[in-house]
């Protein structure tokens, strides 16, 4: 008693198919699928896009840098 042994996963699972039905249960995998696919996807994005970011160069490693240079007055 109190832990639960294959025979009880089975049952369930048998329950399970006669109340939702194949159909709805091959759609439902079929959705939660699709949404760890596209999740992924957005993971890798993100990742693809960070590596792009820290391949760029930083100035003053040999880049001129165009800008103005304006004295400050004194404020009286």
């Known amino acids: 008693m109190g832990s639960i042994s294959i025979w009880h996963w089975l049952i369930v699972l048998l329950v399970v198919i006669l109340v ?11 959705d939660l699928g699709s949404a760890v ?8 994005s993100e990742d693809e896009k960070s590596a792009q970011a820290k391949t760029e ?7 001129t ?3 103005e240079a304006k004295k400050e007055t004194p404020k009286v």
Not at 37 to 44: P, V
Not at 57 to 63: D, H
């Open 37 to 44: 696919k596209g999740f992924k996807e957005g993971i890798k």
């Open 57 to 63: 160069i930083p100035p003053g490693t040999g880049q």
């Open 20 to 30: 939702f039905g194949t159909k709805k249960l091959r759609n439902l995998g079929t």
């Open 65 to 67: 840098i165009e800008g």
